[in-house]
């Protein structure tokens, strides 16, 4: 087990460095970083003395090794429009995106797998055909288009929710948090909704084929014939085995919903990294995208480690083979 | 030539596709609904009761006009106008145009560079097939729309503001195009790793063909059934993609609007109770891609025996 975790950090750390060229590469070369930092009447001289500050005259190998360096410190420069720190910038909007993305999760996660077990027994029932239906739905909506019918139906017709910003926050700390007062809370629950349904859908046809193609297996049938009740069969047995596939999908889609965030927090005006990283893309704030490109790379890379180990909780089978 | 057309079309109303696509009423009704978008769309100059596009046409006295069956309305604007005085019957047209344009051309461009990867990749092997399939991976863990963000906000960076805007189409297109490739090098690699052990490639091998040609006639024909499944529902994601993107601001320029720039248009006047504005050309993505969408469910069963 050991060994296998130390690959997938080693592998981690590869695909992190690439992602790291990406974006080193699209600071040094996507325009002119010092013509980008400077005003007009700065003079040639100015700009040379900049160029050779910034170490833009080394070589190659140098610079994306200074890049690397600072950016394992958090330091991805000034923002070209904002005039500020990058890393603050993210900092400062991090909460909202991370409260926003674990909420969707959850609900994604909360309401997904049991309907997905429920379509999966109950195939032919009329609540599997209702769910069934409506997630074809909620795959074909695109999610900027639910958030508007959200917003349309309860935030003008009903004016039951807010349908822009997140309220009113608390400060802990450096960390702000909506999900202590009242406003912040409903300022939560048409973004969240939004950024959940598409999720929820895929993780509910992606539980339900899985447990069509256990309960296919022998070893449902063996149960059955020894009279297993029902109940014990489609839990402990059907259930515990489709989770390794259902974990390793999930996995990837929960990092999604960080980026999928971008879409919900611009139609929200949700203040999180997503709505900053449009802003810098239209602006050609290469700073931002390549900090934001970095970060998101780094969780996906996160997530990806943690459900590797998971499988090792999930299934036994693979602790006994690898100690 | 007209025999050979006459046995081709015999022979496709005796096969099992089609029996079983006029035996699927699903599939039956998302084809014609999705054949009256794509030919509405085709035809839109001589559909449309207004040109979008004509600004000398345009009237700011007809400007936000509800629908023709509102007390308000006007029997010239069906479906209303916006807030230039466009018409939106026309504009949806036109919109779904150029959506459905950017989606197949993307769809294209991935097929053709994730197919010919994936063949190289399960024919090769060694090297060549560990580098492509590891650079899949690795697209593979970042969301396709982010991708295809990027790849806009780097051309944005690297153009001038005034060629962007002529080019943003084929920008768009290459965005798409570029973060969709993984899924068909996957599939085809995996289905020419099989085709390549049996016996009919040995042969043509035997012979003395070369790889390529080995790879065209031989091999390719005996991948494509998955491809198109991909396909298609490759094409009910394109199209969502390029509507997002245009919704975010980033994809086609507002001189051509497609149905994603339609409804930017129109978010902004929802507030002040104009939703026909963003909802008709909403009504005409939906329509499209859940067609799409349930026209692929329905290939992928047909051509999957095993799956029922």
């Given at each position: ?7 997938r ?12 060229l990406?974006?080193f590469s ?8 010092v ?10 001289e100015q ?9 833009l ?10 890049f690397?360096?600072d ?46 077990v ?22 074909s ?10 917003i ?35 300022a939560?629950?048409?973004?969240a ?6 999720q929820?859908t ?64 611009t ?15 239209s ?11 970095v ?29 | ?7 081709l079309f015999?022979r ?12 699927t ?39 936000n006009?509800?629908?023709?069956w ?38 294209l ?13 399960g024919?090769a092997?060694?090297?060549l ?10 697209q ?14 780097v ?6 503001r ?27 690699r ?27 006639h031989?091999?390719?024909p ?36 497609s ?30 891609v859940?067609s ?12 999957n025996?095993?799956?029922?």
């Open positions: 087990m050991l060994t296998f975790i130390a690959r950090l080693l592998q981690s750390l590869l695909v992190m460095l690439a992602v790291g990406i974006a699209m600071f040094r070369y996507v325009g002119d970083p013509a980008n930092m400077v005003g007009q009447d700065t003079t040639p700009r040379i003395e900049l160029r050779q500050r910034l170490g005259d080394d070589p190659f190998i140098v610079q994306f090794g200074r690397v360096a950016a394992a410190r958090g330091d991805f420069g000034i923002s070209y429009r904002h005039r500020r720190p990058v890393s603050e910038l993210l900092a400062e909007r991090l909460p909202a995106t991370l409260e926003l993305s674990f909420v969707s999760a959850v609900m994604a996660l909360a309401l997904g797998i049991p309907m997905g429920y379509t999966a027994l109950r195939r032919r029932g009329l609540l599997s055909r209702a769910f069934m239906t409506v997630s074809l739905i909620g795959i909506l695109p999610t900027f288009l639910i958030g508007i019918l959200l349309l139906v309860f935030g003008v017709q009903l004016r039951w929710l807010p349908s822009f910003g997140r309220g009113e926050v608390v400060e802990l700390g450096w960390w702000t948090t909506g999900l202590l007062t009242r406003s912040g809370l409903s939560l629950i048409l973004p909704i939004t950024l959940a349904l598409f929820m895929l993780i509910m046809r992606l539980v339900r084929s899985e447990m069509l193609e256990v309960l296919r297996a022998d070893f449902i049938k063996f149960a059955r014939a020894r009279g297993l009740p029902e109940r014990l069969i489609n839990f402990r047995h059907a259930l515990k085995n489709t989770m390794v596939p259902v974990i390793t999908i999930t996995g990837l889609q929960l990092g999604s919903i960080i980026a999928f965030a971008i879409i919900t927090e139609v929200f005006q949700w203040p999180g990294m997503g709505l900053l990283f449009l802003q810098a893309i602006m050609v704030d290469i700073p931002v995208m390549a900090a934001y490109l970060l998101i790379a780094f969780f996906f890379v996160v997530i990806n480690l943690v459900v590797d180990l998971l499988y090792f909780v999930v299934d036994p089978r693979l602790r006994v083979q690898s100690a | 030539m007209t025999t050979r057309i006459a046995t015999s496709a109303a005796d096969s099992d596709i089609w029996y079983s696509f006029r035996h009423p699903s599939a039956v009704i998302s084809a014609i609904v999705a054949g009256v978008l794509v030919l509405a769309a085709l035809f839109a100059p001589v559909l449309a009761p207004h040109n979008p596009f004509d600004l000398a046409s345009l009237d700011i006295m007809n400007a006009m509800p629908p023709a509102d007390a308000e309305g006007d029997p010239a604007f069906p479906l209303g106008t916006d807030d230039q005085g466009r018409d939106i019957l026309s504009a949806v047209l036109y919109g779904s145009r150029v959506s459905l344009l950017v989606g197949f051309a993307s769809v461009l991935s097929m053709v560079l994730g197919v010919s990867l994936g063949l190289v990749s024919y092997g060694g090297r097939d560990t580098l492509i399939m590891r650079i899949a991976d690795v593979l863990s970042f969301p396709a729309i982010l991708i295809a963000l990027l790849i806009d906000g051309a944005r960076g690297l153009l001038p005034d060629l962007h805007t002529e080019i943003a189409l084929y920008v768009l297109v290459f965005a798409i195009g570029i973060s969709g490739w993984v899924q068909y090098a996957r599939t085809v995996g289905a020419t790793l099989v085709e390549r052990n049996k016996e009919y490639v040995q042969a043509a091998r035997l012979i003395g063909m070369g790889p390529l040609r080995i790879l065209r031989h091999i390719l005996n991948v494509m059934g998955p491809v198109l499944v991909i396909a298609t529902i490759h094409l009910a994601i394109a199209i969502i993609t390029e509507a997002t993107l245009s919704f975010l601001g980033v994809g086609v320029p507002v001189t051509t609007p149905l994603g720039t339609l409804i930017r248009i129109g978010n902004s006047y929802l507030f002040s109770g104009m939703w026909w504005i963003s909802i008709f050309p909403a009504i005409a993505l939906v329509a499209l859940l799409v969408n349930l026209l692929g469910d329905w290939l992928r069963d047909a051509l025996p095993k799956l029922r």
